[in-house]
């Protein structure tokens, strides 16, 4: 299997074999960020630019850090210092960023869809770093990885992903991703926070936390966004963390040895209780620490296939 | 100077008309219609008609002129140019330019462009309220005797029931229609797009079908209720379709119009997020897409209307959720309808009707028929001419149609307004 893609707009557009090689390519790459020099020549002399037009700490240094360890050249832009702020449209930011001849373009936008107005613009490789509440398809990958390397498989295994499921990126790049790799899927949370027709998309959905628990190998809680709350998704983060948080009780109908993933970063008390977050179910920090290895298989990949 | 339409296939609803025939014109109305008319030589322009079809002007009853204050999305003159060019000899506009049409004085300034562009017959819509802005009725009597046809607060729904119900009853009090923009502000909050399926594949906010059809049935009940007429803008959902069936059953006064985009395209066009495609209300799922072709079909929706929606470039070549909405529609109109023909969903007699002599009539504005006397209001097209849709040649200043690049049948080939050849392929 050889990697013939320009971009990587989203998951849902890959097969089963594309996440599988990304994948194992990430598997090669683990070991670079242990060693003593944390640095391999791969991409000495290409360009990448981060170009955020949306906060984001972790995964900006995420991408940064990948890049950096493969030698890459690597640039930050972010929405407050770039020139979006003096009205600039994406189009002419795009065509700029173009005519610097920079390798892969990274972005995060607030925007559904941006990274694709940006493939069909430029003729460098997108990587999406989270476009609005469509895809988080780096998120997906890594977190596939961490559960690959710790249950030897994703084909078969209960996955349970708890929270907004409507605005989260993080659940429909999962979603996408772990139904191509035979996984069994479930979505907890409220009725307001489950997108129309959700069903559709190969899952199951329940009401009730302590249900969708039941013989999970895997919960993934998602970050409760709290502007939501304004909006009337949920009462308040009082009666949300009484019904959806993740605590030692409810954790008990799960399998004894389920995975607790979260995208980060944790509310604490509010969808997972803090014995939870570092208990010894907790692969937390493993998803970070993976996240750097899934986005340089990404660099090399999307480098070499445009060669 | 006289005219001879020779030769052509006249489609005349009105008259259950739809025979080879010619007609006469002079001084600008038509003088005969007869199996077979000779013209004065030297006197009259023949022009040979053999092939095509003979219709009475196209009535678009919601299109958006832009002017005053968005020229540099289309002008009077512009749009009046496309209306031309996409066979249409009557055009109503709707009031959300600016300043808002809510005035005496935009009227009459509106009247006064169109009358120097002397091209089709521009007949404004005015607000329903001042500014659009759903608070105050505006003067309806002072902007009926400007010139405006009917009350719209057009992509300004009107979220206040009590002033709707009072909007309905003076209107009727003066004999016009209220055509609103049916849609409940709260439910559709942030939306870009149909809520369903793909807005759920796609992480795009929703606009649920509820948030139209909401309005509708208050709509509804306010008409049942007051007897005012009502005519409903742009039906895109079936649960519309199906209410306003079961109304119209029931007697109530309503009218309806879809668009051709509702008829043509859905909800799955969106996957590529490109913002041509992004239209309000939005392309719906493909059942809705079949209830609207059902309600065309079975007389519920009366009117074909284009829902014009000129856009400057810089207004769609944005991320989707910062695009406008909206779709340049007058120069595909007809071609996109008559594949409803071409479907068997309709007779070319039944199409004509939707889209001439029902708009004409909801409005109360002449036209619709072909009949000796009357000003010569004609389209003529070729239903054989299979031609490329390139908005980069049209003459309206809106290039934004997600039917770029189609291949469409049946291009207009002239239209006349009163007895003057405003277009024509030549």
């Given at each position: 299997?050889k990697?013939e893609?320009?971009?990587l707009?989203g998951?849902k557009?890959?097969?089963?074999?594309?996440?599988?090689?990304?994948l194992?390519?990430?598997e090669?790459?683990?070991?670079?960020?242990?060693r003593?020099i944390?640095?391999?020549?791969?991409?000495?002399?290409?360009?990448i630019?981060?170009?955020?037009?949306e906060?984001?700490?972790?995964?900006?240094t995420?991408?940064?850090i990948?890049?950096?360890?493969?030698?890459?050249?690597?640039?930050?832009?972010?929405?407050?210092?770039?020139?979006?702020?003096?009205?600039?449209?994406?189009?002419d930011?795009?065509?700029?960023?173009?005519a610097m001849?920079?390798?892969?373009?990274?972005?995060?936008?607030?925007c559904a869809?941006?990274?694709?107005?940006?493939?069909r613009?430029?003729r460098?490789s997108?990587?999406?770093?989270?476009d609005?509440t469509h895809?988080h398809?780096?998120q997906?990958?890594?977190?596939?990885?961490t559960?690959?390397?710790?249950?030897?498989?994703?084909?078969?295994?209960?996955v349970?992903?708890?929270g907004?499921i409507?605005?989260?990126?993080?659940?429909?790049?999962n979603?996408?991703?772990l139904?191509k790799?035979g996984a069994?899927?479930?979505?907890?949370?409220?009725?307001?926070?489950?997108?129309?027709?959700?069903?559709?998309?190969?899952?199951?959905v329940?009401?009730?936390?302590?249900e969708a628990?039941?013989?999970?190998?895997?919960?993934?809680?998602l970050?409760?966004?709290?502007?939501r709350e304004?909006?009337?998704i949920?009462?308040?983060?009082?009666?949300?963390?009484?019904?959806?948080?993740l605590?030692?009780?409810?954790?008990?109908?799960?399998?004894?040895?389920?995975?607790?993933?979260?995208?980060g970063?944790?509310?604490r008390?509010?969808?997972i209780?803090p014995?939870?977050?570092?208990?010894a179910?907790?692969v937390?920090?493993?998803q970070?620490?993976n996240?750097?290895a899934v986005?340089?298989?990404?660099?090399?990949l999307?480098?070499g296939?445009i060669? | 100077?006289?005219?001879?339409l020779?030769?052509?296939?006249v489609?005349d609803?009105?008259?259950?008309?739809?025979s080879?025939?010619?007609?006469?014109?002079e001084?600008?109305?038509?003088?005969?219609?007869a199996?077979?008319?000779e013209?004065t030589?030297g006197?009259?322009?023949?022009?040979?008609?053999?092939?095509k079809?003979?219709l009475?002007?196209?009535?678009?009853?919601?299109?958006h002129l832009?002017?005053?204050g968005?020229e540099?999305?289309?002008t009077i003159?512009s749009g009046?140019?496309?209306a031309?060019?996409g066979?249409?000899?009557?055009?109503?506009?709707?009031?959300?330019t600016d300043?808002?049409?809510?005035?005496?004085?935009?009227?009459?300034y509106?009247?006064k462009?169109?009358?120097e562009?002397?091209?089709v017959?521009?007949?404004?819509?005015?607000?329903?309220s001042?500014?659009?802005e759903?608070?105050?009725?505006?003067?309806?009597?002072?902007l009926k005797?400007a010139?405006?046809v009917?009350?719209s607060?057009?992509g300004?729904?009107?979220?206040?029931?009590g002033?709707?119900?009072r909007?309905?009853?003076?209107?009727?009090?003066?004999?016009l229609?209220?055509?609103?923009?049916?849609?409940?502000l709260?439910?559709?909050?942030g939306?870009?797009m149909n809520?369903?399926r793909?807005?759920?594949?796609?992480?795009?906010p929703?606009?649920?079908t509820?948030?139209?059809e909401?309005?509708?049935?208050?709509?509804?009940?306010?008409a049942?209720?007051?007897g005012?007429?009502?005519?409903?803008?742009?039906?895109?959902?079936a649960?519309?379709?199906?209410?306003?069936?079961?109304?119209?059953?029931r007697?109530i006064?309503?009218t309806?119009?879809t668009?051709?985009?509702y008829?043509?395209?859905?909800?799955e066009?969106l996957?590529d997020?490109?913002p041509s495609?992004?239209?309000?209300p939005p392309?719906?799922?493909p059942?809705?897409?079949?209830?609207?072709?059902e309600?065309?079909?079975?007389g519920?929706?009366?009117?074909?209307?284009?829902?014009?929606?000129?856009?400057?470039?810089?207004d769609k070549?944005?991320?989707f959720?910062y695009a406008?909405?909206?779709?340049s529609?007058?120069?595909t109109?007809?071609?996109?309808?008559?594949r409803l023909?071409?479907?068997?969903?309709?007779?070319?007699?039944?199409?004509v009707?939707?889209?001439?002599a029902?708009?004409?009539?909801?409005?109360n504005i002449p036209?619709?028929?072909l009949?000796?006397g009357a000003?010569?209001?004609?389209?003529?097209?070729?239903?054989d001419r299979s031609?490329?849709?390139?908005?980069?040649?049209w003459?309206s200043?809106?290039?934004?149609?997600?039917?770029?690049?189609?291949?469409?049948?049946?291009?207009v080939?002239m239209t006349?307004?009163?007895g003057?050849?405003?277009?024509?392929?030549?």
């Open positions: 299997m990697w893609r320009k971009d707009l998951i557009d890959l097969s089963g074999e594309e996440i599988s090689l990304i194992d390519t990430a090669s790459f683990l070991e670079v960020s242990t003593d944390k640095k391999v020549p791969t991409l000495r002399g290409k360009t630019i981060n170009f955020f037009v906060a984001s700490t972790r995964t900006r995420s991408f940064e990948a890049g950096k360890r493969l030698s890459a050249d690597t640039i930050n832009i972010s929405a407050s210092t770039s020139s979006l702020v003096k009205g600039e449209t994406l189009s930011t795009a065509k700029n960023l173009e001849n920079p390798d892969v373009i990274v972005i995060r936008h607030s869809g941006a990274p694709h107005m940006l493939a613009l430029v460098q997108i990587i999406n770093a989270g609005g895809e398809p780096t997906a990958l890594l977190d596939m990885m559960i690959r390397n710790r249950k030897g498989t994703l084909s078969g295994l209960n349970t992903i708890v907004d409507a605005h989260s990126r993080v659940a429909r790049s979603i996408y991703g139904n790799m069994h899927l479930t979505v907890a949370g409220p009725a307001t926070m489950m997108p129309r027709e959700i069903r559709e998309l190969g899952v199951k329940s009401f009730r936390l302590e628990l039941q013989d999970a190998d895997v919960v993934m809680m970050r409760i966004q709290t502007e304004q909006r009337n949920f009462p308040s983060l009082r009666e949300y963390s009484a019904f959806y948080c605590n030692g009780d409810n954790i008990q109908r799960a399998r004894q040895d389920v995975l607790v993933m979260h995208p970063p944790v509310n008390g509010v969808e209780s014995e939870i977050a570092d208990g179910n907790s937390i920090l493993e970070v620490t996240g750097v986005r340089m298989a990404l660099l090399y999307l480098t296939a060669e | 100077m006289s005219i001879l020779k030769g052509g296939r489609v609803p009105s008259r259950n008309l739809d080879v025939k010619d007609i006469l014109i001084e600008g109305k038509i003088a005969a219609i199996d077979s008319i013209g030589a006197e009259t322009r023949v022009v040979r008609l053999e092939g079809v003979v009475p002007g196209l009535v678009d009853m919601h299109t832009r002017e005053p968005y540099y999305k289309e003159r009046s140019e496309a031309a060019a066979g249409f000899t009557s055009i109503a506009c709707m009031p959300n300043p808002v049409n809510d005035s005496r004085a935009v009227t009459e509106i009247v462009r169109a009358g562009c002397n091209l017959h521009v007949y404004p819509v005015a607000a329903i001042l500014k659009s759903g608070r105050t009725l505006a003067e309806f009597g002072d005797e010139g405006a009917a009350f607060d057009d300004k729904p009107v979220m206040d029931s002033l709707m119900r909007a309905l009853e003076y209107a009727s009090s003066l004999g229609v209220i055509t609103p923009h049916c849609e409940d709260y439910l559709s909050a939306g870009l809520e369903g793909i807005s759920t594949e796609l992480g795009l929703g606009i649920p509820l948030a139209e909401v309005m509708i049935a208050r709509d509804l009940l306010l049942e209720y007051t005012a007429a009502l005519h409903i803008s742009h039906v895109s959902s649960g519309s379709v199906r209410m306003i069936r079961d109304a119209k059953a007697g006064p309503v309806a119009e668009a051709p985009h008829f043509t395209l859905t909800d066009t996957r997020f490109d495609f992004k239209v309000n392309l719906r799922s059942l809705d897409r079949k209830a609207i072709r309600g065309l079909r079975d519920t929706l009366d009117v074909i209307a284009t829902d014009h929606a000129p856009h400057a470039a810089t070549e944005v991320e959720e406008a909405s909206g779709i529609g007058l120069e109109a007809l071609a996109l309808s008559l023909v071409e479907d068997g969903l309709l007779t070319l007699s039944e199409l009707r939707k889209m001439s029902n708009p004409a009539k909801i409005l036209g619709g028929a009949l000796p000003d010569a209001d004609i389209t003529v097209f070729d239903p031609w490329v849709v390139d908005p980069l040649s003459r200043k809106g290039k934004n149609s997600p039917f770029f690049g189609w291949t469409l049948k049946g291009k080939f006349l307004v009163k003057r050849i405003v277009y024509s392929e030549d």
